[in-house]
Each structure stands twice: as structure tokens, then as C-alpha cells.
């Protein structure tokens, strides 16, 4: 008998049509405010606005197909707003130790002022020594703070949210927006963002680990769950949300195989509001991901301490640069601290280069990258596919 209640329970909800997402992009020339009342007709629902791009998030009932959302005067695009994976693990080999860096950039025999940047060991104490990580000495982020530490600079982590009670994130936190739960603060629940947090700004205290950017004031923009995952929307809302509230620099330290419109139309939105926009070009090996292949994003390939790509790390045309990112330690979740690898552990390298050059006063994103494009080097052995203009000496940034 409830075997048969069941059964036609199934079939009374699928004569009336399930619930299916949808992001409806709406014409130049129309407005949504005019378009609700037809959407509405149809029996959608909107549930989220995304006013910067014109576009709205509906609930159509399931029978509703695309050809008759675009029979709407008013519409420009539909697509579903699918709820996929954004961010991927990787494991790597064990930890790199300072000197084993070092060391292989002695039997290279490299020339710091041509080939590659050099590190700043002999200007650090052993106290400093410890607190900053590999990757940020890599990048010889140290010389640059006699001039720019970050201050002042705003930086979005679009991401899984902050850990904003950790010793080393607290004092750089300046609030954020949680676009999954909007009446919820934006803590994250998985760690990821944390983790990229921290290599962007965490604080000198000579406690646990200090960020390439150490004054910055960073957002914590929550648009995936503790998963990882989120919806197409969600990422888009929260682009929105770093336009709206004037961010300088956003890091992306996420990615998916397959792009879409109103995605595009998001990045696109805040490149033209004067936002500079640093991707993780993906973890899959193969072609770029977006949002990172989109032009107006700076896409970061991963670096390993053998100054290699990293075997994960994606590639292509649309490589702007690489950064470490293999083996970083950084803040987690909970007070911790963890290592992980990533193009998600190198994107927020350059993001955090970008706010000391935006604290150098300059504001344009193109402006931002042509002088990033001066401070970098070309590494030996690498093509232009997997490093872009290159590795960031900040001692180069003026």
C-alpha cells in the first residue's frame, strides 16, 4: 500500500513539473524589473538577482523547457545553473625543507638578476625564517615590503569562506558575504579558503605563517559549500557582491571544465569595474578551466620546488604566470595550519602580489598585470604554455 501511495505521489509531482534552476540572462534594452511579471506568468520564480550582468536565478517548474523561456521578448540567454564540483585536492610528495630549495637553486647555477628571482635569506632572521612559507620566499615577496606590505588594499577570497578567528587571519579580516545563507557570517566550513587566505595575508606575528600581502584586508566571499561545491549562481553572486562593495584584487581558487554566459558576463562586469581578477588555472593536467581561460582574469599555473610545473597543474595560451604551488603551507580551519597542493595554493601567490602593487597605487587591472609582467622571469625548461611571462621577483616591483 505505500509502495503504491509512493508511486503515484512520483507521478502527481511529475505531471506538475519539478523544480529546475535556471539563469536567465536578460536583454541590454530590457529590464528585470519589467520581465519578472512574464516570468511569473509562466510559473517561475525569481530567487536571486543578479543586477550587474542583468540576469536573474528562476525556479521554472520542470515542464518548463528553454524554448519557451526564450519565446520571452525580453530574454537574452538561458542556461541551467548547474551545482558541480569547484575545487579538488591533490596529493603530492612530502614537504620541501628550505634548503632543499636552496640547494637546487645552487646546481642550476641560476642567475638571480637574469634567470630566475633569488632569495632573501640572508635579510631574515631565524624567527622570520620560520614563519614565512616556501612558495612566499620563492617569490621574494620580502623585498617588497619595505615599500608596500598591502595595507589599505582590499582582497576578495572568492571561496569556501574564512576561519576569521584565526590567530593569523583575525586582525587582516574586514568582514564578507556568505551567498549561500545570506542571514549567515561567511566562516568557513570546509578549509580551503582558509588555507588561500593565508597565503594571500596572514599576519606577521611571528606565528605560524605570514602571507605574501601581510596588511591586506581581506573578504571572505562564501559562494561553495563544505564540499567544495556550488552553483553556477552562486560563484556569479559573489563576483557581484566584490563589485558592489569595491574590491581591488579577487582570487579565484576555483575552476570547472565547462564555462557559461552569464559566468562570462560576471567576469567580464568586473574586469570593466576596475577589479584585478587572479584564477587557478585547474588541477586536471590538460586545458585551463574557467573562469581562468576567460580574458580579464590573471590564470596561475603551479610551480614544485624543483622549479617544475607541477604534474597536475593545467596549461595554455592563457597562462599568465606560475607561482608555487605544491606543498604550501598555510592556515586551515580551526586555528590549524595545514600543506596542501594546488593551482588553487599558487592563484592566491599573484593575487597577493597584486595588492602590494594596487599598494603601490596602481589601481587599473591592466596596469596591475603590465607591472607584474615586468617583475617576472622566464624559468629554464618551461614553456610558454606552462609559466606565461613567468616567475614574480617582487624585488622587481616599481
Given at each position: 500500500?505505500?509502495?503504491?501511495?509512493?508511486?503515484?505521489?512520483?507521478?502527481?509531482?511529475?505531471?506538475?513539473?519539478?523544480?529546475?534552476?535556471?539563469?536567465?540572462?536578460?536583454?541590454?534594452?530590457?529590464?528585470?524589473?519589467?520581465?519578472?511579471?512574464?516570468?511569473?506568468?509562466?510559473?517561475?520564480?525569481?530567487?536571486?538577482?543578479?543586477?550587474?550582468?542583468?540576469?536573474?536565478?528562476?525556479?521554472?517548474?520542470?515542464?518548463?523547457?528553454?524554448?519557451?523561456?526564450?519565446?520571452?521578448?525580453?530574454?537574452?540567454?538561458?542556461?541551467?545553473?548547474?551545482?558541480?564540483?569547484?575545487?579538488?585536492?591533490?596529493?603530492?610528495?612530502?614537504?620541501?625543507?628550505?634548503?632543499?630549495?636552496s640547494k637546487n637553486i645552487e646546481l642550476n647555477n641560476y642567475d638571480y638578476d637574469i634567470s630566475v628571482p633569488s632569495f632573501v635569506v640572508e635579510r631574515l632572521s631565524d624567527e622570520e625564517m620560520k614563519e614565512i612559507p616556501w612558495g612566499v620566499k620563492r617569490l621574494n615577496a620580502y623585498s617588497a615590503w619595505d615599500r608596500t606590505t598591502g595595507k589599505g588594499v582590499k582582497v576578495g577570497v572568492i571561496d569556501t569562506g574564512i576561519d576569521y578567528?584565526?590567530?593569523?587571519?583575525?586582525?587582516?579580516?574586514?568582514?564578507?558575504?556568505?551567498?549561500?545563507?545570506?542571514?549567515?557570517?561567511?566562516?568557513?566550513?570546509?578549509?580551503?579558503?582558509?588555507?588561500?587566505?593565508?597565503?594571500?595575508?596572514?599576519?606577521?606575528?611571528?606565528?605560524?605563517?605570514?602571507?605574501?600581502?601581510?596588511?591586506?584586508?581581506?573578504?571572505?566571499?562564501?559562494?561553495?559549500?563544505?564540499?567544495?561545491?556550488?552553483?553556477?549562481?552562486?560563484?556569479?553572486?559573489?563576483?557581484?557582491?566584490?563589485?558592489?562593495?569595491?574590491?581591488?584584487?579577487?582570487?579565484m581558487s576555483l575552476g570547472a571544465p565547462q564555462g557559461s554566459d552569464a559566468l562570462k558576463a560576471a567576469i567580464d562586469a568586473a574586469y570593466k569595474a576596475g577589479v584585478v581578477i587572479v584564477c587557478a588555472a585547474g588541477n586536471d593536467g590538460g586545458a585551463v578551466n574557467y573562469p581562468a581561460k576567460y580574458p580579464g582574469t590573471i590564470a596561475i599555473s603551479a610551480l614544485d620546488s624543483s622549479d617544475k610545473i607541477a604534474s597536475f597543474s593545467s596549461r595554455g595560451a592563457e597562462i599568465a604566470f606560475i607561482a608555487p604551488g605544491v606543498n604550501i603551507n598555510s592556515t586551515y580551519k580551526g586555528n590549524y595550519y595545514r600543506t596542501m597542493s594546488g593551482t588553487s595554493m599558487a592563484s592566491p601567490h599573484i593575487a597577493g602580489l597584486s595588492a602590494l602593487v594596487v599598494g603601490l597605487g596602481v589601481k587599473d587591472p591592466d596596469e596591475v598585470k603590465s607591472m607584474l609582467i615586468k617583475a617576472a622571469v622566464k624559468l629554464p625548461n618551461l614553456k610558454d604554455t606552462e609559466q606565461g611571462y613567468g616567475l614574480i621577483d617582487a624585488s622587481r616591483l616599481k
Open positions: 500500500m505505500n509502495r503504491i501511495i509512493l508511486i503515484v505521489s512520483m507521478l502527481f509531482l511529475y505531471s506538475y513539473g519539478y523544480s529546475a534552476q535556471k539563469i536567465v540572462m536578460i536583454k541590454e534594452n530590457k529590464s528585470i524589473s519589467l520581465t519578472q511579471s512574464d516570468i511569473e506568468n509562466m510559473g517561475g520564480k525569481i530567487v536571486r538577482r543578479l543586477d550587474f550582468i542583468n540576469a536573474v536565478v528562476v525556479d521554472f517548474p520542470d515542464y518548463i523547457k528553454d524554448a519557451e523561456i526564450y519565446s520571452l521578448d525580453s530574454v537574452k540567454s538561458v542556461e541551467d545553473d548547474k551545482y558541480i564540483k569547484w575545487i579538488e585536492e591533490v596529493d603530492y610528495p612530502a614537504f620541501p625543507s628550505v634548503e632543499d630549495v578567528n584565526h590567530t593569523d587571519l583575525a586582525k587582516n579580516y574586514a568582514g564578507g558575504y556568505n551567498v549561500i545563507f545570506t542571514t549567515k557570517t561567511p566562516l568557513d566550513d570546509q578549509g580551503h579558503g582558509t588555507h588561500v587566505a593565508g597565503t594571500i595575508g596572514a599576519v606577521k606575528n611571528l606565528k605560524g605563517v605570514i602571507g605574501v600581502a601581510p596588511d591586506v584586508s581581506l573578504y571572505a566571499i562564501k559562494v561553495l559549500d563544505s564540499s567544495g561545491s556550488g552553483q553556477y549562481s552562486w560563484i556569479i553572486d559573489g563576483i557581484q557582491w566584490a563589485v558592489n562593495n569595491k574590491m581591488d584584487v579577487v582570487n
